[in-house]
């Protein structure tokens, strides 16, 4: 439907590129992607429109990927697999953000009205965040949740996951602190100033 490959695809590919890499020692990565807000989507257009959207969603990523010699693959639902074969985690990561902005950049249109379309992504590479097919998957997974967790459009490098979170926390933490402070000066002005 999407006229990429399925993920049964994936399974050979990775073997070609686990061999390659014996050889050659080139990393390759995979970016898995989520379609961010699809399901509600797809629950208020209908599944005829949403398969609509995943035909253009995918013709967007053929044409933002062109010659890099990169291979999508549909993994199921609105979930894609894109492998970059001889890249590392921080090349795919560079690659894949562009690739965000120009599917952001390529409205749906359906009755009349534009959907921008983005996706929450997470990159794992070979061998370093995973030997075999599932584990690679599995890293890859593990940082799209991160991703989708701390808002949508957004791409996370397993190996980067803890840097999020600390991120996250440090945020968290200043909020409270602030928070903090505005309740002191609260209580130390009503003691000034009574009544």
């Known amino acids: 439907m999407t006229g990429c490959f399925t993920k049964e695809s994936l399974v050979p590919l990775f073997v070609k590129l686990g061999g390659e890499y014996q050889q050659s020692k080139k990393p390759f990565s995979i970016l898995l992607i989520d379609l961010d807000r699809f399901k509600s989507f797809n629950d208020k257009y209908g599944h005829v429109h949403g398969d609509e959207a995943l035909r253009y969603f995918s013709s967007?990523?053929?044409?933002?990927?062109?010659?890099?010699?990169?291979?999508?693959?549909?993994?199921g639902g609105d979930e894609f697999v894109i492998v970059f074969p001889?890249?590392?985690?921080?090349?795919?990561?560079?690659?894949?953000?562009?690739?965000?902005?120009?599917?952001?950049?390529?409205?749906?249109?359906?009755?009349?009205?534009?959907?921008?379309?983005?996706?929450?992504?997470?990159?794992?590479?070979y061998p370093n965040h995973g030997k075999t097919i599932e584990e690679l998957v599995n890293s890859a997974d593990k940082a799209m949740y991160v991703s989708k967790r701390h808002g949508h459009g957004r791409i996370t490098q397993y190996g980067k996951i803890w840097q999020v979170k600390l991120k996250r926390l440090v945020i968290i933490i200043a909020v409270m602190l602030v928070a903090i402070s505005l309740l002191a000066i609260t209580y130390y002005n009503k003691d000034y100033f009574p009544g």
Do not use: C, W
């Open 60 to 75: 967007s990523l053929r044409l933002s990927l062109g010659d890099l010699g990169v291979v999508p693959l549909r993994y």
């Open 86 to 125: 001889g890249r590392d985690s921080s090349q795919t990561h560079r690659l894949s953000v562009q690739l965000e902005k120009n599917i952001k950049n390529r409205p749906f249109l359906l009755k009349g009205r534009l959907f921008k379309m983005s996706f929450s992504g997470g990159i794992a590479s």
